[in-house]
């Protein structure tokens, strides 16, 4: 039998991780890429969108690529939250069990590398940000794009070939994997020819429009849905209604 490399080995253990997810919300199959950890794109982030960004070697001495992975959340959950008068419970759980998935995800790969001599290291999947300016010094959707698994939407999330509906991690580690070739294609339809406006449509108030994303006004609702639903599933500061649309499940393309 052949050996596996070391890049399926990895993408292996999180299929296998995800589909027996002990978690009542249900995924479809997970996306994993891979970036050099030397790529001109970890200071093309740091110089244009956030200066604090980590660059891989500050997470890891001697790292030689980030792994990246996308957990799309069913059908379900995205139609849930799509007809929703408020955030769906469903939507609110899958945030919430998702991070924990991500990090057992991490953990676990650390683990199996190690067993190969191979050392890595991660950052949590989420609260790692600043409550002021609300940029974290490590992207996961950032590393997700590097490692080539999707293109940007107007809504600033990371559209994948499975959508945009779900949850990023990534790990660095100091051996040496061929990076994931980016797309080249435009993902989002509005980016595109204009044709989508669905995600400012659906933001509930009005924080996102064709001229950015007010982040403090985002951060607001999600903090009204921490306050209905922390006491049912924990810390709940999400809303994803603008993931919801035509892009959720795959790029909203002509094809």
Known sequence: M????????????????????????????????????????WRVIRERVNPDHLLPTDILPGAQTVAAFFVPFSYRVVTENRRHFY??????????????????????????????????????????????????????????????LGEWGLHHMLITARGCAGRFGSLVLDAVIPPTPRPNAMYCGFYRDGSCLECVKRCPVGALTVNGLDKQRCYRVCLETDMVYRNQFGTSDVCGKCATGPCAFRPNTDD
């Open 2 to 41: 052949e050996e596996l490399s070391l890049a399926d080995e990895i993408r292996a253990f999180v299929e296998t991780m995800v589909a027996g997810a002990q978690t009542r919300t249900r995924y479809r199959t997970p996306l994993v890429g891979f970036a050099a950890a030397d790529d001109p794109a």
């Open 87 to 148: 955030v769906s419970p469903e939507w609110v759980q899958a945030y919430v069990e998702t991070n924990a998935l991500l990090e057992d995800i991490c953990r676990g790969l650390e683990r199996l590398l190690a067993d190969k001599g191979i050392w890595a290291a991660h950052q949590a999947p989420t609260h790692n940000f600043d409550p002021t300016t609300l940029r974290a010094p490590w992207s996961h959707k950032s590393a997700a794009y590097v490692a080539g």
